[in-house]
Structures are given as C-alpha cells and as structure tokens.
C-alpha cells in the first residue's frame, strides 16, 4: 500500500515525534513541529502515538491513494478535501483506492499533519523516520517531498485493523466514509492567530534588567519571515542584561527562549540546535508548544509566567485525556 505525489506542497516532510537519545553525539532530536497534532493523528487510524506521517506547511499537496487507506489530518485548517469534498480534520476517514486529498487556503493554523494506518514506512535512521533537511537524514531520501514520489504504508495494528473494518462496513460503494467519532474540543490546543504563550523562568531570567522583564511579559512580539523549524525569531522591544556576562553553552530544548546580543528572542523550535550559548529568558511550557508551532509568520505572540506546577498539571491533563482518547478508540469494533 503505498500514496503517491502529484504535487508536493510548499513543504510536505515526513516526521515522527524525533530522534531522541544522540543529541550528546550533536545529533538533533528534530521531528514534527506539532507534536500533539501528529499523535492525535496517528491514535485515529491506529498507529503508536511515534509512527511517521507526513507534516504539510501553508500550502498543501496532492496525494493519490494507490491503495484503500485509512487517514486522518489533524492540526491546522489547510482546507483538505478528499475528491473534491470536503474532509472534516480530527476524525478518522477512510480514503478508496484511487481517491485524491488535495489542500486549500489557510484557514487556521500553517501546519496539517496527515497519518495513514500503517504509518509512513520510509527506512528509519538512528531510530527515527523524521526528515532533518539541513543534513539530509531520514524522511524519503533526507528531503522534501517532490512530484512522482511514493510513499510505502506499514503494517497496521489491531485497533487500526478494527477502525478500518468499522468504516469499512459503513462506507458507501466510492465515497468511502468519515467517523462518528471525534476528538473531543476541550482535548484541542486553544489554536489561535496571536496566541499567548504560558512560559516557565528562563535558566538567566534574573540576569535581565527590570525593564526587560516587563516588556517581556506584557508586550507583544512578532515572528519575523526568517524563522523556520529551527527557530522562531521574534522582534519588539529589546531585551538587555543588567551587565554584559559571558555564557557558557548548556543544553536547550523545544521552547527554550534564548535572547543573543541584539536584544531580539528566538524561541527554539523542532531542529533547534543541542546547546546554546545565549541567555534564556524563559522556557515555552510543553502544553503550549502546538499554538506555537501553529503561529504563522507576521503573527503576535505575548507571553505569561507560570510556575513549574501549573505547567506540570496541564501537561499531565492533556495526556490523561489522550489516554482517554486511545482506549475510547481501543473499545471500536
């Protein structure tokens, strides 16, 4: 079973949740930019929550199914439509064979994400399928989608066997058929075009002046064209130390805000680099990583503080109800 491209989009990748476990090697985790959105997305057709589906940016591609597949697109609103009809996002949709998803204009959001039962099988490398451009590794031949490429599907699991059967028997003779389930909106991420952002105290927030800090937390910052999968660069008003302090590199996540000499943040994003050398003046709290990697270029984002429990405590709700989630799925027969 296998998806074939027309066209490719603007920026069509495969990704899974990362390359973990080598950064110490210098090796980035990488992976999709909308964690949460992928993992919804697989969970619909049946696939583990870390199987390789494709991350479609601002403008979206053409994909023929060769094969009777089961789909699910998840994260922004890029307009998909399934033959020329329009396919509702957060639910699970059998695709015929020979069937043709296509996207639209922007509605909410500039990233889907788009799993098929199965999972996208490319060869893994170091332990991951997702695509890091910058080096060429992993993905379909370390790149970019392109016209006339051919995505193998893998094997489905037992809850994507039974989630298929039950559309299946649904289906209508060509249209195939769409859930009656749904994600529940209270589980969705407050995707929104400005967003604001709860943060964590940077590892360096102490070292900013007064000013700085206040600014920080109560105006709102741009995000510059220059930004990408390896970070979000942000301007507004500048941001200064109390007094100029060398730094010594230490390690940086995913949300990590990091503030170089020109005063301008960059919020670190899914190909950031292992370590930073640059002040951190907060730390993007995990629950609220997908209104970031949703946020489009040109958009406004503010930032709050939070403490470390409050932002441990959404985090542990959002999984509880992704738990809820799988084993909802689980019980479809």
Same mark, same amino acid.
Request: glycine share 10%; aromatic share 6%; hydrophobic share 45%.
């Given at each position: 079973?296998?998806?074939?491209?027309?066209?490719?989009?603007?920026?069509?990748?495969?990704?899974?949740?990362?390359?973990?476990?080598?950064?110490?090697?210098?090796?980035?985790?990488?992976?999709?930019?909308?964690?949460?959105?992928?993992?919804?997305?697989?969970?619909?057709?049946?696939?583990?929550?870390?199987?390789?589906?494709?991350?479609?940016?601002?403008?979206?591609?053409?994909?023929?199914?060769?094969?009777? @597949?089961?789909?699910?697109?998840?994260?922004?609103?890029?307009?998909?439509?399934?033959?020329?009809?329009?396919?509702?996002?957060?639910?699970?949709?059998?695709?015929?064979?020979?069937?043709?998803?296509?996207?639209?204009?922007?509605? +909410?959001?500039?990233?889907?994400?788009? @799993?098929?039962?199965?999972?996208?099988?490319?060869?893994?490398?170091?332990?991951?399928?997702?695509? &890091?451009?910058?080096?060429?590794?992993?993905?379909?031949?370390? +790149?970019?989608?392109?016209?006339?490429?051919?995505? /193998?599907?893998?094997?489905?699991?037992?809850?994507?066997?039974?989630?298929?059967?039950?559309?299946?028997?649904? @289906?209508?003779?060509?249209?195939?058929?769409?859930?009656?389930?749904?994600?529940? /909106?209270?589980?969705? /991420?407050?995707? @929104?075009?400005?967003?604001?952002?709860?943060?964590?105290?940077?590892?360096?927030?102490?070292?900013?002046?007064?000013? #700085?800090?206040?600014?920080?937390?109560?105006?709102?910052?741009?995000?510059?064209?220059?930004?990408?999968?390896?970070? &979000?660069?942000?301007?507004?008003?500048?941001?200064?130390?109390?007094?100029?302090?060398?730094?010594? #590199?230490?390690?940086?996540?995913?949300?990590?805000?990091?503030?170089?000499?020109?005063?301008?943040?960059?919020?670190?994003?899914?190909?950031?680099?292992?370590?930073?050398? &640059? /002040?951190?003046?907060?730390?993007?709290?995990?629950?609220?990583?997908?209104?970031?990697?949703?946020?489009?270029?040109?958009?406004?984002?503010?930032?709050?503080?939070?403490?470390?429990?409050?932002?441990?405590?959404? &985090?542990?709700?959002?999984?509880?109800?992704?738990?809820?989630?799988?084993?909802?799925?689980?019980?479809?027969?």
């Amino acid at each position: 079973m296998s998806l074939i491209v027309n066209k490719p989009g603007l920026l069509t990748t495969v990704q899974d949740l990362g390359r973990f476990g080598l950064q110490k090697y210098g090796v980035i985790a990488g992976g999709a930019m909308d964690p949460f959105a992928l993992r919804i997305a697989n969970l619909l057709v049946g696939n583990d929550d870390n199987a390789a589906g494709l991350e479609i940016t601002l403008l979206g591609p053409e994909l023929v199914f060769a094969e009777t @597949a089961l789909i699910s697109v998840c994260g922004g609103d890029l307009s998909p439509k399934l033959d020329g009809r329009p396919l509702p996002l957060w639910r699970t949709v059998l695709a015929p064979k020979g069937s043709v998803l296509t996207f639209g204009r922007m509605v +909410r959001g500039c990233r889907a994400y788009l @799993a098929v039962s199965g999972g996208i099988a490319v060869p893994a490398r170091m332990n991951s399928r997702s695509t &890091y451009l910058r080096a060429a590794i992993g993905g379909h031949e370390g +790149r970019a989608l392109r016209k006339g490429d051919r995505l /193998p599907f893998g094997a489905k699991t037992l809850r994507g066997l039974n989630l298929l059967g039950r559309l299946a028997r649904e @289906a209508v003779t060509e249209a195939g058929a769409v859930s009656p389930w749904a994600v529940a /909106p209270s589980l969705l /991420p407050a995707y @929104a075009p400005n967003p604001e952002l709860r943060v964590l105290a940077g590892t360096e927030m102490e070292l900013f002046d007064e000013q #700085s800090l206040e600014r920080f937390f109560s105006e709102p910052y741009e995000v510059l064209p220059q930004s990408d999968r390896m970070g &979000y660069r942000l301007t507004g008003s500048e941001l200064h130390l109390r007094e100029r302090k060398e730094m010594i #590199s230490s390690a940086v996540t995913f949300g990590t805000v990091q503030v170089p000499a020109d005063g301008r943040p960059i919020v670190l994003m899914a190909d950031r680099q292992t370590t930073g050398g &640059y /002040p951190k003046i907060a730390q993007v709290a995990t629950a609220d990583l997908p209104l970031l990697a949703q946020t489009n270029l040109g958009a406004k984002v503010s930032f709050r503080l939070i403490s470390l429990e409050a932002a441990q405590a959404d &985090y542990l709700a959002r999984e509880k109800a992704v738990r809820t989630l799988r084993n909802g799925l689980d019980s479809i027969k």
